[in-house]
């Protein structure tokens, strides 16, 4: 009978996030996983090809979980001006909440070796990036955008601002204070009118 594994995926990216998030992604080794973990390296190369493939999985669940949340907010809320508040504070609120995985998302797909990325990890970022595009480009025209200034304006109000509001205590490890929310919301409001 065959035994179940001791580890899971979840957990090895998991451990992956931490190291991620102290180190930047080139501490995130296959070796530095399995330690961590506490398990054979045999068991981080029976999940994963190698370590582009661990990178690859470590942005791509990363960036789903925090695309799958904020395009709900999207495309939840018939209101334009509701769902844009609602996806600048979502972002706040989404780093609260996992500040590990916030902070890689301050680094960037490259980072993570996306040039060397198999096709199938590429077509799945390229897919989640889109569809949040969408929903943004369906925003902005709600919201009335006619123009790039329309639609820079939207992109600054709901990606950038609530980005920044974040950065600077993601980066000092330190905790988002308790009315990052509300401020990015009022900014969002200023910003869209």
Known sequence: MVRPPRFDTDQLLDAAVRLAASGGPQAVTM???????????????HRFAGRT?????????????????????????????????????????????NPDEA???????ADFGRADWSEEHRRRADAGNGRIFEALAALA?????????????????LIDLPLTVVRRHLRAGSTLPPHAEDLTEQCTTALLG
């Open 103 to 109: 902070v890689l998302l301050l680094y960037g797909a």
């Open 31 to 45: 070796s530095a996983v399995a330690q961590a973990v506490g398990a054979p390296s045999g068991s981080v190369y």
């Open 141 to 157: 025209q709600a919201l009335g955008a006619r123009d790039e200034q329309d639609r820079d304006r939207v992109a600054l109000a």
């Open 53 to 97: 493939a661990l990178l690859a999985e470590l942005w791509l669940r990363t960036v789903e979980r925090f695309q799958q949340g904020y395009f709900a907010v999207l495309s939840g809320e018939p209101d334009p001006h509701r769902a844009a508040r609602a996806a600048s504070r979502h972002v706040v609120a989404w780093c609260r909440e």
